[in-house]
């Protein structure tokens, strides 16, 4: 019989494989034991660091191949789940190749694309190009929406007039307002599985106050606004779902 309420996972920007392998093998573990009707992977789930555009430190710079392996590695793990629909959203860094692409190699642009690299469609993902969102009943799914910062979500919700999840930021925050006619629209985002100690493009002291290990989860029935519950990863050892400590 199926479920009245849609069960949905939410994955944040882990930016493989300068992850935090502690914090996604706990969401790893909270996703089985939630058992979701639908993972969303909501982008920047690879870093690219092989060809970003920023300065880069030789010591941690990596062969493109190298990157991918450790990408379809975590892929494979988040695949073991069985979960019937899967989403991956393409975020800003999965774009990082196309741009390098584009200004660096332009022959190649049609040959080399992220999709293929992670294999994702032979794996049952469906997949959402960066800058274009995905609908969920009545929930907007985007890396991002074209803001950044603390209140992103709730700028794009009231931009859209429509409930969102998003990433991008690595923020943890949540917010249900209600519009003009009584509906209630809400918007979160759920933090990041990055490697505090990887971080060579911000000041340090001002992330690791800022950005939060965690995930999220949500509850749609039907088409209605969705439910949505952000879940911090306390210091890589834990987390509580649904009453439940999830090491």
């Keep these: 019989m199926a479920r009245a309420l849609k069960r ?12 935090s392998t502690a914090a996604f093998q706990i969401a790893t573990r909270a996703c089985k034991r939630f058992d979701p009707d639908i993972l969303v992977v909501l982008g920047d789930f690879a870093d690219f660091y092989s060809v970003s555009s920023h300065d880069k430190d030789p010591a941690r710079t990596q062969l493109l191949s190298i990157e991918v392996r450790a990408v379809r590695s975590c892929l494979a793990q988040l695949e073991a789940l069985d979960v019937k629909r899967k989403i991956f959203l393409m975020g800003n860094h999965e774009y990082r190749l196309q741009r390098y692409l584009c200004t660096r190699a332009p022959e190649l642009f049609d040959m080399v694309e992220v999709h293929k690299l992670f294999e994702l469609e032979e794996n049952g993902w469906e997949w959402v190009p960066y800058r274009e969102h995905l609908m969920l009943g009545s929930l907007a799914l985007s890396h991002d929406f074209g803001s950044a910062g603390q209140t992103a979500h709730s700028k794009a919700a009231i931009k859209l007039g429509s409930s969102i999840v998003m990433g991008h930021t690595h923020r943890m925050a949540y917010v249900t307002r209600s519009d003009i006619r009584r509906q209630l629209i809400s918007a979160a985002m759920f933090g990041w599985l990055g490697d505090f100690n990887a971080i060579d493009y911000a000041s340090k002291a001002s992330v690791t106050t800022d950005w939060v290990h965690g995930f999220g989860v949500g509850y749609l029935y039907r088409n209605d606004v969705p439910i949505l519950c952000p879940v911090p990863i306390i210091d890589e050892r834990f987390c509580v779902l649904e009453g439940e400590m999830i090491r």
């Design 8 to 19: 949905i996972f939410f994955l944040p920007d882990a930016h493989v494989p300068h992850h």
